[in-house]
């Protein structure tokens, strides 16, 4: 999502399906070749046409050997030492042709398996099939193919090591040079629409292909090992000898290798991240394994961090249980200067919000704190008219709770973007002087209207336009500090879930429930210590992060002023003291409700000074502490 003329470096695991549905080392259809293999004549006339004498030739057969009748079909293709020989072995096809012709312009002979040979004949180009070489046929519904000597010893010799060659030679093994393999399609087999079976899920793991990729990517200095289909031509244009970029062969080499080892590393972590829920036996759904390894893909590199002399990158988290959630890392930017590192951070903490919300509702966010917030009260059974304008007084009530705040802030929508809307995120005045347009750094919502995500661009070139899919529970959370990473649920309770304990003499009206409901999601998405006051669908005051309970009332009571007579007040966890402190401060300003966790020891205290004061009190028994 950066802009175009930024530098931005993209590298993601290859998890595509091949065209033909078939597994690279899918089982053969024909049976094996006789003494005369499939393609040994399109071989030769390619070989004539281009004047070269690198033809394969039939092994003579030990006159005592023992042989199974079906290993008497077989016929093994040598190769001499001066040979070039590129094996392919790839799930994902795409540009399988132009390599196949460009190796074979190179004088290559192609090695191949299954799938992938069929798909080189179909193109009418000659391939030797691996068996050919290996003298031996695929077994076990084709778990077999490529696990033999004749195939890594020709990988992993090293040219320069005369025992190595010397080995080749004696059992008649030749050297490959190029290795172009990428893996089972198994993360999109496992997260298939409607799921997949455990013993299918087992036979989409990769064996063979691994082993091959490791291979040359170890032996790295004399084979060259590619899995992505965009290294291709820039593979091909340096075995021509032709330079790109200021990279040199030996660099190419090793950042292929890289690649190749991190291509099996996230394959691996998909298997092992599938693998762990059938492993264990514990009834708690939340078992953290004993290790964990989590599959990054570099999405852009960043103009700078959380300060400008820090270095920053976003990646996209590839596991298996963040496909298909949503959220601000999948986002798609129609509009804007590229995201900072800032923005992600602000983009996500509006975001996760305004979901939280289950009427059509408007977010903003400064530093990750919603300082506005403010939804549609009317039932969705109402004219469509009447919602959307009830929903432009919703952004405009949202703007109101904090307009200093939110100048310069995030606004989050969970509902499509109109041209309406579009207009009034565009003209809106800041409440503080009726003249100064408010500006944003960033919208984000799921989705606009053509007309109005044309009126929204033209607020500004800035303006980061962000259309994203809502963020879906049951996602697991992971933060960093110095030496480790803690690791937890998300915190994933609904307002709507609470059982709300009314605690005070007296009994809140169902309007001052809906408040502190409100509240409450708001809430939950404040920094503590944090404290919300809110009425009628939207946001009048909010103090967040302070070191104190009583500070944070402070805040929220002031930032709300006369309009918290009435209303509700939230807090994030229980209230330690109650006389002199933030519950009765709340009393005194008028608020109607309290709705807190509970469980302080001090708990009847703050009963106490409700009944004094004639304010209801809610417990919800729990706690959205956000640190």
């Known amino acids: 999502m950066a802009a175009a003329n930024s530098s931005v470096t993209v590298s993601a695991p290859l998890h595509v399906s091949s065209s033909t ?36 030739v ?44 460009g190796l074979l312009d190179l004088g290559f002979t192609l090695v191949s398996t299954g799938g992938t040979a069929r798909a080189i004949e179909e193109a009418g180009l000659p391939v030797t099939k691996v068996e050919q070489i290996t003298n031996f046929p695929e077994m076990l519904d084709g778990r ?41 399609p198994f993360v999109a087999t496992v997260t298939a629409a409607g799921g997949t079976s455990f013993e299918n899920g087992v036979e989409n793991i990769d064996i063979g ?32 000898g032709e330079k790109e970029g200021a990279e040199g062969e030996a660099d190419m080499r090793r950042r292929l290798a890289w690649k190749a080892f991190q291509h099996t590393a996230s394959y691996d972590a998909a298997v092992a991240e599938w693998l762990w829920p059938h492993a264990h036996t514990e009834t ?36 298996l249980g963040e496909r298909g959630k949503g959220g601000i890392g999948t986002a798609v930017q129609h509009h804007g200067k590229e995201m900072s590192y800032n923005n992600y951070l602000d983009a996500d903490a509006a975001w996760q919000c ?26 969705a059974s109402a004219p469509a008219d009447e919602q959307e304008a009830s929903l432009l007084e919703a952004y405009r009530a949202a703007v109101r709770a904090d307009p200093v705040s939110a100048f310069g802030g995030i606004v989050a929508f969970n509902t499509p973007v109109t041209a309406a809307l579009a207009r009034e995120l565009r003209e809106f005045r800041s409440p503080t002087d009726g003249e100064t347009r408010m500006f944003y750094e960033i919208v984000v919502a799921p989705e606009y209207t053509e007309e109005g995500l044309a009126v929204l661009k033209g607020k500004s070139k800035a303006l980061r336009i962000l259309e994203a899919k ?83 009332g402070q805040i929220a009571l002031e930032k709300a002023g006369e309009e918290a007579k009435g209303a509700a007040v939230a807090s994030d966890a229980f209230f330690p003291f109650a006389w002199g402190d933030a519950v009765e401060a709340a009393c005194q300003a008028g608020v109607a409700v309290i709705i807190q966790p509970g469980g302080s020891v001090r708990d009847q205290d703050a009963i106490d000074c409700c009944n004094k004061y004639g304010v209801a009190m809610v417990f919800t028994n729990v706690r959205h502490f956000r640190h």
Not at 219 to 233: C, F, G, I, L
Not at 356 to 367: L, S
Request: aromatic share 4%.
């Open 144 to 184: 077999v193919k490529t696990l033999h000597p004749a195939v890594h010893g020709g990988i992993l010799a090293r040219r320069a090591v005369p025992s190595h060659m010397d080995a080749l030679a004696t059992h008649g093994i030749g050297p490959i040079d190029v290795v172009a393999v990428n893996l089972y």
């Open 21 to 56: 549905g078939q597994s690279p080392l899918a089982s053969l259809a024909a049976p094996l070749p006789a003494a005369h293999p499939a393609g040994l004549s399109s071989l030769s006339s390619l070989a004539a046409s281009r004047g070269s004498s690198r033809l394969p």
């Open 284 to 319: 708690d759904a939340f078992t953290p394994p004993p290790a964990l390894s989590v599959p990054l893909a570099l999405a852009s590199v960043l103009r700078y961090g959380e300060n400008p002399h820090q270095r920053a990158a976003f990646y996209t988290d590839e596991s």
């Open 58 to 101: 039939p092994a003579r057969s030990a006159p005592h050997q023992p042989r199974s009748s079906r290993c008497r079909t077989a016929v093994r293709v040598m190769a001499s030492q001066s040979e070039r020989r590129a094996l392919i072995s790839v799930s994902d096809k795409t540009g399988l042709d132009t390599l196949a012709k």
């Open 470 to 552: 809502p963020s879906s529970k049951g996602r697991r959370s992971l933060r960093q500090v110095g030496g480790g990473w803690l690791l937890q649920d998300s915190d994933d309770i609904d307002a709507s879930e609470l059982t709300l304990t009314v605690v005070t003499k007296k009994q809140p009206t169902d309007q001052d429930l809906e408040n502190a409901r409100f509240a409450w999601r708001v809430v939950k998405h404040v920094k503590s210590n944090a404290i919300t006051i809110a009425k009628d669908g939207r946001l009048l005051g909010m103090g967040s992060g302070q070191p104190n309970r009583v500070k944070s």
């Open 354 to 379: 305004v979901w939280e919300m289950p009427t059509p509702a408007c977010v903003i966010v400064k530093h990750t704190n919603p300082c506005g917030a403010a939804t549609v009260m009317l039932p």
């Open 209 to 240: 292909g691994p082993s091959m990729i490791r291979a040359a990517a170890k032996n790295h200095e004399n084979v060259w090992v590619v899995v992505d289909p965009a290294d291709y031509s820039p593979l091909l244009a340096a075995l021509r």
